[in-house]
């Protein structure tokens, strides 16, 4: 595995108003790895990937992607130099079918529209090609949405909670999956997830957000056995003695 | 969306339109300048369905049609030109760059706001032309016959040029269609920001659009000028632009035909109404707008595509053997 950096972060800071969405994040990210970002509802994860792929512009900090500069560059731009991304609720082409969707994908991104059947193929979709987005399970929409994203081939692809909204005994199928195709394709992984188990199998990194912040960074386990990130983000009671005054607070 | 690709269809339903719109002229002869006036009026209306496919609806086409007209009516007056391919290609352009530039304004803007930018912009050139007797004032100019090959134009010769040219014409915005730039519209009705998410500029994508509706409003505009043979201020009033959507909703916006049929119709039911009903012609008018609303959303092209769906399913169950 190769340790390259492809993306680099460094102070980034975000306020709406009176509220700090996203304070002093800086984090590197190493080429073909899965990084799983978790953290409390407001913790500031979906704030760092919408400032990585262009939908929020940071107030302070820098973004570079393989050492170009990218703070606050139009989502197109940032798509096409190879940083795509999925939504937490999945951004479809309602009112067309599921094929007309990948191909409408497929010409912005100038590749054949026949290839359309075989992305399908791939994400499992082949029995939805010709049913509308609007109409498909919650499930098949998240994989529809990401499948959207790796037509253009990206080299990053951020996940915003791919899993949510999938039935439970689901989950793990669908991130199958997604990652089968995303590892046979190279390429480097960000998502965001609540479920811990998830988080577990398939991170090669966990990055723990607390109020806006990074509270923890590194391997899985490290990270998900952290006392912080255990009271602050997993939800579990620590003995009193244990109880740390909470970051940030 | 038909997604299907298929330039040998697309020019064989282009050729059949042109044939029978030529055959119905020459073998009524007194449709021939309602069906000219009609098609110029399609053309307008196939530019407003390309930006309808994209989500917006244009309250201020007549503003193109009006200066594609104008630029007819005023080079044969003040420049004495009337030679029929640089007077068209002249009213085009003209309206084509005129929607090129206010597109940098248009483009930013969505819904109520765009529809109501365009009215207000076609209702400035509304009250130009009226205030300045150099723009006609409210008299307008007359236009006459266009020469081409040296020959002046009859009116026959006339109705063939314009059913040849708006073949021609929605033959090409058919192609554009399936293109890929045409195929974004529908996508960003849908879901701009997807769009943007896959590396496109809806913003780009509109102002193209709209240079093109722009462009064969002023088309149009000039053609009509001709067919009629006058043109005055009232082109650039919002109730001609409001006839323009009419006609786009009437036809629908599956495809570049659907325009053209719903521009026949509508001056069909207008003749007829206006024959029949004198005094109330437009409660005619009205009443088939709202019976074309409840019982046909997708236009009068939406029945040609349950038709082919009805045979589909009867071919389906023959092969199944049922």
């Known amino acids: 595995m190769t340790s390259r950096t492809l993306i680099s972060a460094v102070g980034l800071h975000k306020q709406f108003g009176a509220v700090v969405a996203a304070r002093d994040i800086s984090v ?16 500031g994860k979906t704030t760092f990937v919408n400032m990585l792929t262009g939908y929020l512009k940071p107030d302070q900090g820098t973004i570079t992607f393989e050492g170009t500069d990218i703070t606050g560059r139009e989502p197109r731009d940032i798509t096409r130099m190879g940083i795509a991304r999925s939504f937490q609720i999945p951004q479809l082409f309602t009112s067309l079918t599921a094929r007309e969707n990948l191909e409408i ?7 054949p529209l026949t290839r359309a059947h075989e992305i399908l193929a791939q994400f499992g979709l082949g029995a939805y090609a010709d049913s509308v987005a609007g109409n498909l399970p919650e499930g098949v929409r998240k994989l529809l949405d990401i499948s959207l994203a790796m037509v253009a081939e990206p080299k990053v692809l951020l996940l915003d909670e791919p899993t949510s909204g999938v039935a439970s005994d689901e989950k793990f199928a669908v991130m199958d999956r997604v990652m089968d195709v995303i590892r046979a394709a190279g390429v480097t992984v960000l998502f965001v997830e609540h479920d811990m188990d ?23 386990d490290d990270v998900l056995n952290n006392a912080q990130v255990r009271q602050y983000i997993i939800g579990e009671p620590l003995p009193t003695t244990a109880n740390a005054e909470a970051p940030h607070a | 969306m038909n997604t299907t690709f298929n330039p040998q269809r697309t020019g064989m339903v282009a050729a059949a339109y042109t044939v029978v719109a030529l055959a119905v002229g020459y073998a009524f002869p007194q449709w021939q300048f309602l069906l000219a006036v009609a098609l110029s009026k ?14 917006l609806a244009s309250f201020g086409q007549g503003l193109y049609y009006c200066a594609g007209a104008y630029s007819v009516g005023m080079a044969m007056t003040y420049l004495e030109w009337n030679n029929l391919v640089v ?23 969505r819904d109520i706001f765009f529809a109501m930018l ?28 266009p020469v081409i090959f040296g020959e002046k134009l009859s009116r026959p010769a006339l109705f063939a040029v314009t059913v040849i040219l708006t073949g021609v014409t929605v033959w090409a915005i058919q192609r554009y269609l399936q293109s890929r730039a045409g195929r974004l519209g529908p996508a960003i009705k849908d879901n701009e920001v997807r769009v943007e998410y896959l590396g496109a500029s809806a913003r780009r994508n509109i102002h193209l ?17 001709f067919s009629i043979g006058h043109i005055d201020p009232d082109m650039a009033f919002w109730t001609t632009s409001g006839e323009f959507v009419f006609i786009a909703i009437l036809g629908g916006t599956r495809n570049a035909y659907a325009p053209l049929l719903g521009a026949i119709v509508l001056e069909l039911i207008r003749s007829l109404a206006y024959q029949y009903a004198p005094n109330t012609w437009q409660v005619v008018m009205g009443a088939s707008m709202l019976a074309l609303i409840v019982f046909l959303p997708g236009g009068l092209i939406s029945l040609t595509q349950r038709a082919l769906e009805k045979r589909r399913a009867r071919q389906h169950a023959q092969e199944a053997g049922l």
């Open chain 1, 105 to 111: 994908a497929l010409g912005i991104a100038k590749s």
């Open chain 2, 209 to 225: 659009n709209y240079i093109l509706a722009a462009g064969l409003a002023g088309f149009g505009g000039g053609l009509s000028s």
């Open chain 2, 87 to 109: 007077l068209l290609v002249g009213a085009t352009l003209l309206a084509a760059v005129l929607g090129g530039i206010l597109g940098f304004l248009l483009a930013r803007y």
């Open chain 1, 198 to 220: 998830i988080v577990r199998r398939y991170s090669d990194r966990v990055l723990a957000f607390y109020d806006g912040a990074i509270l923890a960074a590194g391997a899985p």
């Open chain 1, 28 to 43: 590197d990210i190493t080429a073909q790895t899965v990084s799983g970002l978790i953290g409390t509802n407001g913790a």
């Open chain 2, 118 to 145: 365009t009215l207000a912009l076609s209702m400035i050139l509304y009250g130009l032309l009226m205030r300045y007797p150099v723009l006609g004032g409210s008299d307008g100019f007359n236009v006459y016959a």
């Open chain 2, 42 to 55: 399609g053309l307008v209306a196939l530019g407003l369905v390309l930006l309808l496919r994209s989500g």
